[in-house]
């Protein structure tokens, strides 16, 4: 197993966990109360700083349960924590309902999936290889 190596930056700070056995995300909590209006997109503060283990990402989620309750999810998701980052982390939270949400201090805001990272090598060519979807793009395939 690898090992996440965590700083909090307050002691109010939570650390990252899985809440079941199985889980592939850790929950991320906020250190703040903060209210987001309909339609704004907040930063929300976690007061950590991680460290991961050599080529992986972390990986910001949204909460399944804040998208269908509440309409808040992440703004850039998923949004990337490259392994060389050593700033806090923060949650870009969006309000896609028509009334205020309230982030509360330890409240679950987003999850943090841990990936491994593949590094390419990037080759200029003046043809790629044919397949049978070729350009066919978004919608190519139909509804049924």
Known sequence: METLKVKK????????????????????????????????????KTGI????????????????????????TVLNTPGTVDEGYRGEVGVILINH?????????GMKIAQMVIKPVLRVAVQEVNEVSETERAE???GS????
């Open 9 to 44: 930056l307050t002691e109010s700070a939570k650390l990252p966990g899985y809440a079941r056995e199985g889980d592939a995300g850790l929950d991320l909590f906020s250190i703040d109360d903060v209210e987001i209006e309909p339609s704004e997109t907040v930063l929300i």
């Open 49 to 72: 700083v991680i460290e991961l283990p050599k080529n992986t990402e972390a990986q910001i989620r949204p909460r399944s349960g804040l998208a269908l309750k509440h309409q808040v």
């Open 97 to 105: 309902s028509k009334k205020v949400f309230k982030v509360g201090k």
């Open 136 to 138: 066919g793009g978004f």
């Open 141 to 144: 395939t139909g509804l049924k």
